[in-house]
């Protein structure tokens, strides 16, 4: 028996950027959805992965082999596996990243904005070379313990780098292209908590926590940069997120008046929380200075911002759990207590009430961000009714975002 399916043309446009589809019957289920594409994603990836790392092979052997290296050592600071593995990989790696993000048009999901698609691509381009070279300075890191003063010929040193520059260009090349939501939460955790811990660390002051938290982005802790930048590119990439959530809301779809300027306020907000990150990592804490002043303000903003964010989301943000509504009013009650723990009854240390007052902060930011990502780009399903002369027709769409 031949079955006619009719669709609306909403439907139809999306289900037509997949030239494959599929079904799937259980007893009392019809599933018709796109054909998955994991593996085309492995496909491709594999395919693209083994051009650059066969040049970066290639290349490693001609510089041992123009310096006359015969035997090459696993691991030091010049003509190493390590430095020049590293080096090449990151490279390779940043160079099939853009090329892949560019065709592959993932980045058109986050905004109509021309500036905004541009701004998100330089964002996650880093935010992966980052990664990326975090990667290979662990991995090395780790190697150089289990092998010790391990030297190789150039031969087999130049095979030993063409694989790890396949790997780092097969894990960049698969994120392109499965660019997702939580893919992007996963990198925004990564970076931020691996760049202050990494600050914490490596600064030259031992005792700085019992300074405050923010000395680690001062000229005293040595290598301020780290501390700064983690938060500054924190924002950025918080910003993107913003974009993804509300890009395909606000820009892609007609809303009502009231639901798009609740839903545009709620962007300007954080929006505005995103530049008071950026802002602490610029103005550093330094005493009885105009920069003291600018951080401290870009910091109380940020805290106001989510408290505003905590008092208005029941009225802004359509369809909100009452789940996450106590959540986050729990979350209140907790930054509301450290204030008065710090400046009430002076419990707590300042560098005490800034890291719980960050982790708390930090976690509430991801928590909600995964919230609005669920209720405001909820499933779409449609009523399908089958009629006698043997067509299945869809003829209602629901769960659409309501005011």
């Not at 996963?186 to 202050?196: A, E, H, K, M």
């Given at each position: 028996m031949n079955l006619n399916l009719q669709i609306p043309d909403d439907l139809y446009d999306k289900l037509a950027r997949n030239n494959d589809m599929g079904a799937v019957l259980s007893p009392d289920t019809l599933v018709i959805k796109a054909t998955d594409n994991t593996n085309t994603y492995q496909n491709t990836t594999i395919r693209w992965t083994l051009l650059p790392a066969l040049i970066s092979g290639l290349v490693a052997w001609l510089i041992f082999a123009m310096k006359h290296i015969r035997l090459v050592p696993l691991v030091s600071d010049t003509f190493s596996i390590s430095e020049v593995g590293a080096f090449l990989g990151v490279i390779?790696?940043?160079?099939?990243?853009?090329?892949?993000?560019?065709?592959?048009?993932?980045?058109?999901?986050?905004?109509?904005?021309?500036?905004?698609?541009?701004?998100?691509?330089?964002?996650?381009?880093?935010?992966?070379?980052?990664?990326?070279?975090?990667?290979?300075?662990?991995?090395?890191?780790?190697?150089?313990?289990?092998f010790i003063g391990a030297q190789f010929d150039a031969f087999t040193a130049s095979w030993l780098i063409?694989?790890?520059?396949?790997?780092?260009?097969?894990?960049?090349?698969?994120?392109?292209?499965?660019?997702?939501?939580?893919?992007?939460?996963?990198?925004?955790?990564?970076?931020?908590?691996?760049?202050?811990?990494?600050?914490?660390?490596?600064?030259?002051?031992?005792?700085?926590?019992?300074?405050?938290?923010?000395?680690?982005?001062?000229?005293?802790?040595?290598?301020?940069?780290?501390?700064?930048?983690?938060?500054?590119?924190?924002?950025?990439?918080?910003?993107?997120?913003?974009?993804?959530?509300?890009?395909?809301?606000?820009?892609?779809?007609?809303?009502?008046?009231?639901?798009?300027?609740?839903?545009?306020?709620?962007?300007?907000?954080?929006?505005?929380?995103?530049?008071?990150?950026?802002?602490?990592?610029?103005?550093?804490?330094?005493?009885?200075?105009?920069?003291?002043?600018?951080?401290?303000?870009?910091?109380?903003?940020?805290?106001?911002?989510?408290?505003?964010?905590?008092?208005?989301?029941?009225?802004?943000?359509?369809?909100?759990?009452?789940?996450?509504?106590i959540l986050s009013y729990t979350f209140a009650g907790s930054m509301v207590a450290l204030i008065v723990l710090f400046m009430g009854v002076h419990y707590i240390s300042l560098t005490a009430f800034e890291i719980l007052g960050y982790g708390l902060g930090f976690t509430w930011l991801i928590l909600c961000l995964q919230n609005l990502k669920q209720t405001l780009t909820p499933p779409i399903t449609y009523n399908i009714k089958l009629t006698g002369d043997k067509h299945i027709v869809i003829v209602k769409k629901t769960n659409d975002i309501s005011v």
């Open positions: 390779s790696g940043l160079i099939s990243f853009i090329v892949t993000l560019t065709f592959s048009r993932g980045i058109a999901s986050f905004s109509t904005g021309r500036l905004t698609r541009i701004r998100n691509f330089i964002t996650l381009t880093t935010a992966h070379t980052i990664l990326l070279y975090a990667f290979y300075s662990l991995f090395f890191y780790v190697i150089d313990f289990a063409l694989i790890i520059v396949a790997i780092g260009n097969y894990s960049m090349i698969y994120s392109a292209l499965s660019l997702t939501f939580a893919r992007i939460t996963t990198i925004f955790s990564l970076t931020t908590i691996g760049g202050l811990f990494l600050s914490m660390i490596t600064n030259t002051n031992p005792n700085w926590w019992q300074i405050n938290f923010s000395f680690l982005g001062t000229q005293n802790a040595g290598n301020k940069w780290q501390f700064n930048m983690t938060l500054i590119f924190s924002a950025f990439l918080m910003l993107t997120l913003t974009d993804y959530i509300f890009g395909d809301i606000i820009d892609k779809n007609k809303l009502s008046k009231q639901l798009y300027t609740k839903l545009t306020i709620l962007r300007v907000l954080f929006g505005l929380i995103c530049l008071s990150l950026g802002l602490i990592g610029t103005f550093e804490n330094v005493a009885n200075s105009w920069l003291h002043t600018a951080h401290n303000f870009a910091a109380k903003s940020m805290v106001v911002l989510m408290l505003v964010i905590i008092l208005l989301q029941k009225y802004l943000v359509p369809n909100i759990s009452k789940e996450f509504l």
